[in-house]
């Protein structure tokens, strides 16, 4: 118990989400355990400093029904405190990390997934020739739809794309 609670104080919880990557569900469950620990440490912090043993010599001298002191003496002397079965919380704190390591494994391999489409397009980009070296076979070959669609211009009877002389008006003088 010692080494975990020692373990527990090392602890960077701040970092952990980011170290891990871990977002949405996962992320908000360790907020909610980081917190409950946290609520935890701090009652059994302020119950370890409160003091643990009761002057009934005090208050024999300062109360006049003894009797009540008495009872209240036996109670205390007899009382036990109650053991729990911590069992079922460590199971739910396995089952927990169980989740969320295999939520961290399923958003790794997302963002792994991601990364080597992002390295091949940028790849891509770095490997293109500049546009101005680039042929309109070559347009054509990586995008038929252009193709397709100057073609049913042409079939129409149009030789710009609509739009066109708004944008770039004709100055020549006849």
Same mark, same amino acid.
């Given at each position: ?28 469950? &360790? *907020? /909610? ?6 609520? @935890?440490? !701090?009652k059994v912090q302020a119950l370890s +400093? ?21 009872e209240i003496e036996g109670h205390f ?12 919380? &460590? *199971? /739910? ?6 989740? @969320?390591? !295999? ?5 790794? +391999? ?40 100057? *073609? ?23």
């Open positions: 118990m010692a080494a975990a609670s020692r373990a527990g104080t090392k602890l960077d919880w701040s970092k952990l989400g980011t170290q891990l990557g871990l977002r949405g569900s996962t992320a908000s469950s &360790l *907020a /909610a355990f980081k917190k409950r620990n946290d609520d @935890a440490r !701090r +400093e409160a003091p643990q043993t009761v002057d009934f010599a005090h208050y024999r001298s300062v109360l006049k029904n003894q009797s009540v002191i008495d002397r007899s009382f036990r405190p109650v053991t729990y079965d911590v069992n079922k919380q &460590l *199971a /739910a704190i396995e089952q927990f990390e169980k989740v @969320a390591m !295999r939520n961290a494994e399923e958003t790794k +391999e997302k963002v792994e997934v991601e990364l080597r489409s992002l390295e091949k397009a940028l790849g891509d980009i770095e490997g293109a020739r500049p546009w101005e070296e680039t042929t309109v076979d070559e347009v054509a070959a990586a995008a038929p739809q252009i193709d397709e669609y100057v *073609a049913r211009l042409v079939k129409k009877g149009r030789w710009m794309p609509p739009g066109y002389y708004d944008k770039y008006p004709n100055h020549s003088v006849l």
